[in-house]
């Protein structure tokens, strides 16, 4: 079995937790979180294994392959070295760090001390945005003519994801939250892209993450990749990535819902059939020394580029 350590039980923490649970060659042995009831409750739920308030502790004391860490983002850098340092793979969550000089270095340390550094993108486990992959790759849109990244809120932090940070512009904003999984998929399917110009808005609070942005971006060979996102708006939640063609429209709409349709047509749902893999599974793979598909530091890092270029 390939065992597994847990830091920070929140969220997205506890959401990895069953997929790893369910993993027939994972097991978690260790959780660390410094919120006691949480970290008592998961251990119980785990069946009594290890349980650590600190993390330092943990990376000491337990026998693990691989360490996933689920902690807020400012938090990343530090635990993330101290895992490397150790010697642990890692399993980070996204945004790979709090700034580009973070982000770049835990890269280099990852690299150089010849770990695996996966990062938790999972878009690129969803079939309706790996067939939306496979459309723009077999030409269905024709020559690519925009990209559009709409991303409205009618609250930040959205009602479920109320805790300390995701509302702050310190380690949070939707920006950051949500828009960095479209620039690493944007990246993947698209290449490089650079930012040309941006206009954020903040509200009155400057503590508070921003609630608007309009940007311009560009594709290597100059594709505008437009990007909408405003908060605190009446009206429904909106998160919809188009591709614009010289023969047709694709859409992921409410992130991974695809939609298409050729030109003087209208867009219709489309059928959701690529096969993907799973984090957990390539994950397996990579710990047993076997070829895996994982966003990695890199690509957290290339991500990363460009969300500092948007949010500062
Ligand atoms: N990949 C995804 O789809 C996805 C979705 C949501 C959040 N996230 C990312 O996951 C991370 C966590 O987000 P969340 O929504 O679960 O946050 P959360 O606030 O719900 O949970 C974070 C947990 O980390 C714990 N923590 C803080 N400092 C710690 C430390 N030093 N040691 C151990 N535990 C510590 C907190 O007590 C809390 O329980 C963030 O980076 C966020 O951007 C990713």
Redesign the pocket.
């Known amino acids: 079995m390939l065992k597994v350590a847990i830091?920070?039980?929140?969220?997205?923490?506890?959401?990895l937790i069953k997929n790893f649970t369910e993993h027939p060659e994972m097991e978690i042995v260790a959780v660390?979180?410094?919120?006691e009831e949480?970290l008592n409750d998961t251990v119980q739920a785990l069946g009594g294994i290890q349980g650590?308030?600190?993390?330092k502790e943990l990376l000491e004391k337990a026998e693990i392959d691989l360490v996933y860490?689920?902690?807020?983002?400012k938090?990343?850098f530090?635990?993330v070295s101290d895992c490397i340092a150790k010697q642990k793979h890692v399993l980070?969550?996204?945004?790979l760090a709090n700034s580009l000089e973070e982000a770049e270095s835990l890269y280099k340390q990852a690299k150089e001390k010849g770990v695996i550094h996966a990062m938790?993108?999972?878009?690129n486990y969803s079939v309706g945005n790996a067939t939306f992959a496979s459309y723009i790759k077999k030409g269905y849109i024709g020559n690519l003519r925009r990209l559009e990244l709409k991303m409205h809120f009618p609250q930040w932090p959205r009602a479920w994801?109320q805790?300390?940070?995701?509302g702050r512009r310190e380690?949070?904003g939707f920006v950051?939250?949500v828009g960095?999984?479209w620039i690493q998929q944007i990246q993947k399917i698209f290449g490089p892209v650079q930012l040309v110009h941006r206009n954020i808005s903040f509200p009155e609070d400057a503590s508070l993450s921003e609630n608007g942005i309009l940007a311009v971006l560009e594709l290597a060979d100059g594709t505008p990749l437009f990007i909408d996102g405003i908060s605190q708006i009446a009206g429904k939640e909106e998160v919809t990535f188009t591709a614009y063609g010289t023969e047709g429209t694709l859409a992921l709409h409410n992130w991974s819902d695809l939609y298409g349709g050729k030109l003087d047509n209208d867009l219709e749902k489309l059928e959701e059939n690529t096969p993907v893999s799973s984090l957990i599974d390539e994950l397996a793979k990579a710990l047993q020394n076997k070829d895996a598909d994982l966003p990695d530091f890199y690509d957290g890092y290339q991500a990363q580029v460009v969300l500092e270029g948007l949010r500062n």
């Open positions: 830091i920070g039980l929140g969220a997205i923490g506890q959401r660390c979180d410094p919120l949480l650590f308030a600190d993390y860490v689920a902690v807020p983002p938090f990343h530090q635990i980070c969550e996204k945004p938790n993108f999972p878009l994801q805790n300390d940070w995701v380690q949070g950051l939250e960095v999984h």
